[in-house]
């Protein structure tokens, strides 16, 4: 999923072992359903990192009815922020 | 569980603001069908006109689905737009013009009350104007989702001519300036039914049904024909009720079916492509209501043809079957994820939607809700007051139930803890 193929779909990256996803500019409720289309797809493995534009507040009950971990990292810039997501341990 | 949140620009809303919305158009929606219980004599062959069965029909568009729409609209807009509202009193003071406003029309309605009619046409025009310039404020701001805008925006026009028409009507109760009255007052139904409440239902629509299903909104030109085709049904509409032109009402009514087919087809593509295909309860009403909405214009063309009881199963069809429907749907999905995000649990972590998920009220509500609007759609047919009444008393328990449930989230919310 890269961007430019099409122009509504995320881009993808790994940093050592953790996915990143950039979901900033996508329509509501397109952050919401790329993010947990990776999380039960299995491509997230344990952990994600997504990068949205604003804090994601339709995320958090699915991310609580899953069971994953997640936490706000402060803003980078003005359009911003990052959740880190991880799978909880068994 | 939530290690650290940065709310310092998130675009919820305290739980306060929405949930004082709710609590009364729960509150109002128990009133409506005790209103229908006594005003089931007139109900079964309401043509319009001031009296018991007018003040019904408001208790249930201004009392429950503006009430909803709006508690649900300023909470959810900025949640889709990324654009918070401007500042949290205006939606405060919306509540405190809007909610004694209604009940004074309401009162004034049922008890032929020129005086009161006009003061609470006055407070709920102040209300929704301010609540117009909210949404406008936010639509003006955001620059993603230009279909969900349009829908936005269209709503905005059609609220501030439905403000503006009812307020002339309730003067015209004084006055009597209106050359028209009963033909303005189906203008001012439409702009109310299809122009705002319904525009809205369907804007949002495209964000809410992709949200619950997982999947991605609609989009590319098949959305934009079917935006397209409910605006132009609600301005052929006006334009036939203006002139007076039945050939122009039914050139409306094929438009609508058009638009509510292709709106189906849309939504239905939504669903096929979600990641969730088990959307409980919620959804079997949201289906109803889609059914309803269908309906609706076939009832607008027989009562163009003459039928006798089609205006007034026009109107349950599309205020009851789609609207009322389609809004208390929405409600149970949303007043729990609103809550989830402003309780904790007591053990500690976050609360679950299923935390508050009361199953038996809500499968109460809907056996009773169904069971009501049939029993009322027959009783127009057959012309019987009893059936009428017997149908508002099923509706009645539902509604209790409903209020339960809704009470149990707000009993949850001023503790803070599950």
């Known amino acids: 999923m890269m961007k430019g193929a099409d122009p509504d779909a995320p881009r993808l990256w790994r940093e050592g072992d953790r996915l990143h996803v950039d979901v900033r500019g996508l329509c509501c409720p397109e952050p919401l359903v790329a993010v947990l289309r990776l999380i039960d797809g299995g491509e997230a493995g344990d952990g994600l990192v997504a990068h949205v534009s604003q804090e994601p507040l339709l995320l958090y009950p699915e991310l609580n009815a899953r069971g994953w971990r997640y936490r706000l990292v402060a803003p980078r810039g003005d359009d911003e922020v990052a959740l880190e997501m991880s799978r909880p341990r068994a | ?418």
């Open chain 2, 1 to 418: 569980m939530t290690l650290f949140l940065a709310s310092a620009r998130s675009r919820l809303l305290p739980a306060s603001v929405p949930f004082r919305f709710f609590a009364i158009a729960a509150a109002l929606h128990v009133a409506l069908w005790v209103a229908l219980i006594f005003a089931a004599g007139e109900f079964t062959q309401f043509r319009g006109g001031v009296g018991h069965a007018l003040g019904a029909a408001h208790l249930l568009t201004v009392g429950v689905l503006t009430m909803t729409a709006v508690g649900a609209a300023m909470q959810l807009l900025p949640v889709a737009t990324t654009r918070p509202l401007a500042a949290v009193w205006p939606t405060k003071t919306v509540f405190c013009l809007l909610a004694p406003g209604a009940l004074a029309l309401i009162f004034g309605m049922f008890a032929a009350h020129v005086g009161a009619m006009i003061a609470g046409a006055t407070a709920c025009a102040a209300g929704l104007l301010l609540f117009a310039g909210l949404l406008a404020d936010n639509l003006r701001r955001a620059s993603s989702m230009p279909l969900v805008r349009a829908y936005g925006w269209a709503a905005f026009v059609a609220l501030v001519l439905l403000l503006a028409l009812g307020f002339a009507l309730a003067l015209d109760n004084s006055l009597g300036f209106l050359a028209d009255h009963a033909g303005l007052a189906l203008v001012h139904m439409i702009l109310g039914a299809f122009g705002f409440m319904g525009l809205l239902a369907l804007g949002l629509s495209h964000v809410l049904v992709p949200m619950f299903a997982l999947s991605s909104a609609p989009k590319g030109r098949v959305a934009w024909a079917g935006f397209a085709l409910a605006a132009a049904t609600v301005a052929a509409a006006i334009i036939g009720a203006l002139l007076g032109l039945p050939s122009v009402l039914a050139g409306a009514c094929g438009l609508g079916f058009a638009a509510a087919l292709l709106h189906l087809w849309l939504m239905r593509a939504t669903l096929k492509s979600g990641m969730r295909k088990r959307l409980g309860l919620s959804f079997v009403l949201v289906r109803v209501a889609w059914a309803a909405l269908a309906l609706t214009p076939l009832f607008g063309l027989a009562a163009l043809a003459g039928w006798g009881p089609g205006g007034t199963l026009f109107g349950l069809v599309a205020l009851g079957g789609w609207l009322m429907t389609f809004l208390f749907a929405i409600l149970q999905r949303i007043a729990p994820f609103l809550a989830s995000m402003h309780v904790s649990r007591t053990g500690g972590g976050p609360a679950l939607l299923s935390d508050f998920s009361a199953a038996a009220p809500l499968k109460v509500h809907a056996c009773c809700h169904f069971a009501a609007l049939a029993g009322l759609a027959l009783a127009i047919v057959l012309d019987n007051a009893p059936l009428a009444a017997l149908a508002a008393c099923v509706g009645l328990a539902g509604a209790l139930a409903f209020g339960l449930f809704l009470a149990g989230i707000v009993k949850t919310l001023a503790s803070g803890k599950i």
